[in-house]
């Protein structure tokens, strides 16, 4: 599987960008899909998580309710629509693939297949 992340870019606080994360390859309407993000200087964290199912996700404290993922298994792509958005998102931004239906949404060691990277800039 071949992810490609796109959608990044400079923002003001409080504003939106949409994420996307086309897959290539294989389709992804069986496997579960995850956010991450990676600060400069700190370690990667969770973002969000949704199943191969669809329905509303999984959220990190720190964007639930500001940021939504959503699958179109018909495009093959996973997206994730950030609003509100403030410095402290700041990040390079990966989605990746998480083939096994079992163990936490939450570990980026349990993703098989990441993509290459995008970067978001919130200005303050």
């Known amino acids: 599987v071949q992810l490609q992340a796109s959608g990044g870019g400079l923002v003001q606080a409080g504003g939106s960008l949409r994420l996307s994360c086309a897959a290539s390859g294989r389709t992804i309407s069986n496997y579960n899909n995850g956010w991450f993000r990676q600060a400069p200087g700190k370690e990667c964290e969770f973002v969000a998580a949704i199943t191969w199912r669809g329905g509303s996700g999984f959220y990190a404290d720190s964007v639930k309710d500001r940021f939504a993922i959503a699958r179109d298994n018909a495009k093959n792509t996973v997206y994730l629509q950030m609003n509100s958005l403030k410095p402290e998102d700041t990040a390079v931004y990966y989605c990746?693939?998480?083939?096994?239906?079992?163990?936490?949404?939450?570990?980026?060691?349990?993703?098989?297949?990441w993509g290459q990277g995008t970067l978001v800039t919130v200005s303050s």
């Open positions: 990746a693939v998480k083939t096994s239906l079992y163990g936490s949404y939450y570990s980026e060691r349990l993703y098989d297949y």
